[in-house]
């Protein structure tokens, strides 16, 4: 890494009193972490997200619990990867065999909602019975999740407080950063005047972000096609990763996918090219909970 400029030392002074930005403590010779999550929502994403509940949807989600989560499974085994995966309780009480077969392996299990609801509007009570529904569901399979994941990517108002209340460790929703991690303020939104900020949250933020999530570049949704080339895909994560590995140090880079998507076989393809050009460079690969307890402010 360079030597910083002035001006670059004048911004990172900015850019502190802007959020709280942590960064990693990596392994001895490695420049950056790269997680791979996978958001097993099988039905409940259509179910719920999508108001679809015929058999044609449900199979989509069949597939990725049948198929999908198989094929990662063995493809992260193959490579020695132990990944995340945020998983909603309808998922694991429809399928428990697989789910319990995801933790066995090693894998790190994190709440997903129960059956993938979207809380931006929800009243606090509703949001928290749901939030403990979820976490008494990965009870069943001695899971008490330190991670927490929004369906869909989205927050409430109250979202943030009952991480907190609930002794989450951390959250993967938020897109306030890209490399590095952070604590939250809570943003209240003024349309007449600038926005303002809260306290930094305890929880700390593992950023995502859409470009990084493979649902949108590649599901099928009616009117709202994604169905890219999976080279597309390649192309955006590994720029991605290639300007972390030159432009940042102690990060991260946090790809999202889901079985019913990812595991599909063009798709899973590129996610093994992707993975072999990565892993050769200097990168940590852990699950996302490892990577939070190596955060510092």
Known sequence: MEQK????????????????????????????????????DSSSVWMESFGKSSQVYTSRGEYGAVVGVPRILDLLDRRGIRATFFIPGHTLDTYPEICREIAARGHEIGHHGYVHEDPTFL?????????????????????????YRSPGFDFSPNTMKLLEKHGFRYDSSLMGNDYYPYCP??????????????????????????????????????TRTGMKPQSQIFEIWKTHFDYGMAHTENGMMAVCMHPQVIGRPHNLTMLEEFMDYALTKEVWSAPLAEMCERVRF
């Open 5 to 40: 400029t002035d001006n670059q030392k004048h911004m990172d002074k900015i850019l502190e009193n802007m959020q709280k930005t942590g960064r990693l403590q990596l392994p001895e010779g490695k420049k950056m972490a790269l997680s791979f999550s996978f958001d097993f």
């Open 185 to 222: 303020r809570y943003c209240t939104v003024n349309f007449d005047r600038g926005n303002t900020f809260g306290d930094p949250s305890s929880v700390i933020e593992m950023p995502v972000s859409w470009y990084l999530d493979d649902f949108p570049h590649s599901e099928f949704i009616m």
């Open 123 to 147: 009243p606090e009570e509703e949001e928290e019975a749901i939030l403990l529904k979820g976490l008494e569901t990965l009870d069943k399979i001695g899971i008490r999740p330190t991670g």
